[in-house]
């Protein structure tokens, strides 16, 4: 796939980041289907931290230096060493928007950038421009399809008729 076909599609799913996200009652923003699992808010300031932190700033690394270590993430403790349940969706949302827009002005700026750089990472070995930038977009639908059953199981457990008639989930 080429990189303005990605590009756009990081571009159009931050309107379906959007849309799922419109006009969310608070008890919905911090509904879990099991206690394991993430709410829609947790989601929303997860994908605001990787968007600053994660994709945007290792591709930046991997054209810029590809020889320099990355910068260090770890998405699993930014939920709780962040406060994420106690962050304001709509502001959360707002933020995560706008860092998309500063992502995709940045991403179409690159076009004489080295892209065939590759990162060596110490465990899985070399990590391609090209690698992060597929990933983004598929860490993007992943995280689509995560709201998009949190929003169906709410509806299942919060309605007293069945959804059968619906489909198949």
């Not at 994709?55 to 590809?66: G, Q």
């Amino acid at each position: 796939m080429d990189r303005s076909s990605l590009i756009s599609q990081l571009e159009r799913h931050a309107q379906v980041f959007r849309a799922l996200l419109a006009d969310l009652s608070t008890t919905e923003v911090l509904w879990r289907p099991a206690p394991e699992k993430w709410c829609p808010l947790e989601v929303v300031c997860h994908l605001y931290d990787e968007e600053r932190e994660d994709f945007r700033a290792r591709i930046r690394s991997t054209l810029e230096t590809p020889e320099a270590p990355w910068p260090k993430i770890d998405p699993a403790a930014w939920v709780t060493e962040r406060n994420y349940l106690e962050q304001d969706l709509s502001s959360t949302l707002r933020g995560f928007l706008e860092e998309r827009e500063h992502s995709l002005v940045w991403l179409r700026a690159q076009d004489h950038a080295p892209w065939t750089n590759a990162y060596i990472h110490p465990k899985v070995g070399p990590v391609s421009c090209e690698l992060l930038l597929t990933n983004w977009v598929a860490h993007d639908l992943h995280h689509i399809r995560q709201l998009v059953n949190l929003r169906y199981a709410y509806l299942k457990a919060h309605t007293t008729v069945p959804l059968d008639y619906a489909g198949n989930w």
